[in-house]
T-cell receptor, first 116, second 114 residues
């Protein structure tokens, strides 16, 4: 079965520090997107960033960037200048082909706590 | 736009009861999905739809039914609630399909089955 692994159940950093959340996946797809979603205490799921697998350039969105290593099937999220509002659960997701309808497999999540 | 709406936000059921979780979106998205979220686990796909009249099973479909009579609505029915169905349920929609498109999520329904 295809899986997505987030090896850090919980992380804690001081405000303004940089933190990296790891994610590995094992999709057999060739052309796909990878996603990081954030779930704050409000429970709302919010897209943080996505990476197109056929692009070599790592995606960036303001303070958020990814380190995408396609051969290693690794997709880590770096948060620079962390803010209190970044406190949340972070989930990465990878696609798989379910009878030609692509679906997402989700990691178990990393709980990120930003301390003042 | 209201985005994706879900009702109710909270629900308590007794074992054996049935109910319908409502989901609606006003973005004209073709793709809609239902997930459940359990502690220590990622989201797991229950059912999904790629358009009105078309639904299919996800990873954990047992005990749940769906239908998609309109583009906007995608209700999830629990046929005979069991304690194992205690979870948080999310509905999501997407305009590009799940291969590349951002999924827009509803606020979730916390369901407890006693």
């Amino acid at each position: 079965a295809q899986t997505v692994t987030q090896s850090q159940p919980e992380m804690s950093v001081q405000e303004a520090e940089t933190v990296t959340l790891s994610c590995t996946y094992d999709t057999s797809e060739n052309n796909y997107y990878l996603f990081w979603y954030k779930q704050p205490p409000s429970r709302q799921m919010i897209l943080v960033i996505r990476q197109e697998a056929y692009k070599q350039q790592n995606a960036t969105e303001n303070r958020f960037s990814v380190n995408f290593q396609k051969a290693a099937k690794s997709f880590s999220l770096k948060i620079s200048d962390s803010q209190l509002g970044d406190t949340a659960m972070y989930f990465c997701a990878s696609p798989f082909d379910m009878d030609s309808n692509y679906q997402l497999i989700w990691g178990a999540g990393t709980k990120l706590i930003i301390k003042p | 736009n209201a985005g994706v709406t879900q009702t109710p936000k909270f629900q308590v059921l007794k074992t054996g009861q049935s109910m319908t979780l409502q989901c609606a979106q006003d973005m004209n998205h073709e793709y809609m999905s239902w997930y459940r979220q359990d502690p220590g686990m990622g989201l797991r796909l229950i059912h999904y739809s790629v358009g009105a009249g078309i639904t299919d099973q996800g990873e954990v479909p047992n005990g749940y039914n769906v239908s998609r009579s309109t583009t906007e609505d995608f209700p999830l029915r629990l046929l005979s609630a069991a304690p194992s169905q205690t979870s948080v349920y999310f509905c999501a929609s997407s305009y590009q399909g799940l291969r590349g498109g951002e999924q827009y999520f509803g606020p979730g329904t916390r369901l407890t089955v006693t």
